[in-house]
């Protein structure tokens, strides 16, 4: 279940509460709110899941490009080696092996430069929003437990004041 969804979960829990006679208290089913708490906490890891892919795939781009690097390098070595024979064709070859690592090096470091960029975005996000919605189930947590110690202060009074 989606995060967004639970914590809506939460505002309807808490504002459909049986409200108390003294104020805007309101008590509320503690096996529901566990049970939402429950679900956040399997929501969130699904997050980092996700982040754990971006990374999978940063991976496979690297491998992909440092097979391309070699596929290119291997095809530069055997034109280098076909042109032994005449030297300027060798020192053209040498060259031109040269400039096809080089741009495969440059094209695997954008790659990299890439999806290292995307993956720590995407990580940062994640935690932004993982913890943005944990502060806000802490707010809710934290007037709910006001509620229900307010109510049972209240009826501690009301017992301690028909008993004494």
């Not at 995307?118 to 806000?136: G, I, P, V």
Request: aromatic share 2%.
């Amino acid at each position: 279940m989606e995060i967004q969804g639970i914590i809506d979960k939460l505002e309807t829990l808490v504002s459909e509460g049986k409200k108390l006679p003294l104020g805007k208290k309101a008590l509320i089913d503690p096996d529901k709110l566990l049970e939402l708490v429950d679900q956040l906490r399997v929501g969130v890891p699904s997050d980092i899941v996700e982040s754990q892919g971006i990374l999978n795939r940063r991976e496979e781009l690297l491998n992909q490009s440092l097979g391309e690097a070699r596929r290119i390098r291997s095809s530069a070595e055997t034109e280098f080696r076909s042109r032994l024979d005449d030297h300027e064709l060798l020192k053209e070859a040498e060259k031109r092996a040269e400039e096809i690592i080089e741009e495969a090096k440059q094209k695997a470091q954008q790659i990299l430069d890439v999806v290292d960029t995307d993956a720590s975005n995407r990580r940062s996000e994640a935690d932004r929003y993982a913890q943005e919605t944990l502060y806000k189930l802490e707010q809710q947590v934290a007037g709910t437990l006001s509620t229900v110690r307010n109510g049972i202060e209240a009826i501690e009074s009301h017992l301690s004041a028909s008993t004494g």
